[in-house]
């Protein structure tokens, strides 16, 4: 069963965020409905080993800072969506060997390895 939901958001965030969706091919809808789910599975699926695994995670990823000479970056960039180029500034800055996204054509190759979740999963099963 489907139901409506009505949210309260800064008009300027709304407009963002239906031009992320039309670069997904999905409505502001969609894209809700497709976090809420999300946010569901792993609520769902937490169990007590979840902080475990996350922590073992951490021993090998780093967090990459967000400076301002990234901001200054990612503002002047030709990056269609500007959190996309704040991450990948950032990844450039501190030489990440991969960069991970869904999006890969949304990257330029340079230094680093653009991946995909599942390519980044194989790579670091092996």
Known sequence: METR?????????VNVAKAHARTQGKTLSQLVAEYFQALSKHGASRSPQTPILYYKVRQVLHTAPVLENIIDLSLKSKHRDFEDAIQYYSAMDVKCEYFVTRNKKDFPPNSMQIVTPEEFLAIFQS
Do not use: V
């Not at 939901?5 to 965030?13: A, F, K, N, S, Y």
């Open 5 to 13: 939901l009505t949210l309260t958001i800064d008009e300027r965030m």
